[in-house]
């Protein structure tokens, strides 16, 4: 039951990708899907034009250069995460303002394994409430990919703020809660639809726009939903996302579900009716303690689905805790939000509550195994299959 998570902030930059290293500049260049409207053209990195570009197409933005123009010009910085630089920018062709996320996947493991991940699931799923690619620009031949222009960029819709952000400058009333919840539960019915685990749902990746359409980004941590694979490794991966956790998530290795989706979506729904977070724990012992001290002690039914023998021991050796009515920690809300809330937030993931569909398509996914060459070839690969596709309609 080893947590090597830090501290539970929730960033909101996270949601956008990480930091990129800047480097010397290829005469590689980007080419773009084109998705809306033709193909970037390429830009030599002493900053005169490629093939296609136009001299100037590269913008410096805080030292660190985007080679996204002709068609992505006036930059201007959003943030940045753990693992790149997060733009908005006009676009050339459309007239609107996208985001523009600038990546370097190529510096570890791990940052290779969630962008693939990201993008194969992006470039499959097409849903109103899940954010789409309207484009990817990275270099044109796999050997400058890999060592001369490391870059990837991939472009979405851009998105004024995120619910984190909006919890922390307003109450949202009964009308907002509702309809905020409506598009998470909609999002991540098709997600589930497809066999998939978000398994990092928070309030920063939860994107929110003037008109309050909601999207659901960061599938970095996506997995297939198998119940024999073996998630030893997971908390490694989970960082600053504990208060949202399933409790199962700390408790056992293996047997992950659906459900803890769905937990994460209560601790969401609690935290947009009392503007702070349900369960902040500050290390995974205390974020149990502050979900037993809400649920109760765990039945013994409840304790039987804890799979890992010192887990159990653990929970049967802490004193007895009683369950906090709902309506005392939400005394004014709505009766029938408290009694969904009720419904994800069950100790046991077998009660909970679940939004699934039928399985219209599936896809597999996991990528643990492979090595960083082979994720590399993968990762081009993808964006070759997005360009091939766009550029042909």
Known sequence: MADSSSSSSNNSSSNTAAAGATGSHSSCGTGGGGGAG?????VAHDGSAGAAGTKGASELVKGQAF????????????????????CSAMDNVTNQRVAIKKISPFEHQ?????????????????????????????????????????????????????????LKTQKLSNDHICYFLYQILR????????????????????????T?????????????????????????????????????IMLNSKGYSKSIDIWSVGCILAEMLSNRPIFPGKHYLDQLNHILGILGSPSQEDLNCIIN???????QSLPEKPKIPWDKLFPKSDCKALDLLGRML??????????????????????DDLPKEKLKELIYE????FQATYQGS
């Not at 699931?121 to 222009?149: Q, T």
């Not at 019915?189 to 939860?206: E, G, T």
């Open 382 to 385: 993808e964006t070759a299959r």
């Open 67 to 86: 080679d996204v123009g002709p068609r992505y010009t006036n930059l201007a910085y959003i943030g940045e995460g753990a693992y790149g630089m997060v």
């Open 309 to 315: 023998t010192k887990a159990r021991n653990y929970l």
């Open 110 to 166: 791990t940052y290779c394994q969630r962008t693939l991940r990201e993008i194969k699931i992006l470039l499959r799923f097409h849903h109103e409430n899940i954010i789409g690619i309207n484009d990817i620009l990275r270099a044109r031949r796999l050997e400058c990919m890999r060592d001369v222009y490391p870059f990837t960029y991939i472009v979405q819709t851009l998105m004024e703020t995120d619910l984190y952000k909006l």
């Open 187 to 210: 999002g991540l019915k098709y997600i589930h639809s497809a066999n998939v685990l978000h398994r990092d749902l928070k309030p920063s990746n939860l994107l929110i726009n003037t």
């Open 346 to 367: 069950t100790f046991n993931p077998n009660k909970r509550i679940s939004p699934v569909a039928e399985e219209p398509f599936t896809f597999t996914m996991e990528l």
């Open 38 to 42: 033709g193909t970037v053209g390429t």
């Open 212 to 248: 309050c359409d909601l999207k659901i980004c960061d599938f970095g941590l996506a997995r297939i939903a198998d119940p024999e694979h073996d998630h030893t490794g997971f908390l490694t991966e989970y960082v600053a996302t504990r208060w949202y956790r399933a409790p199962e």
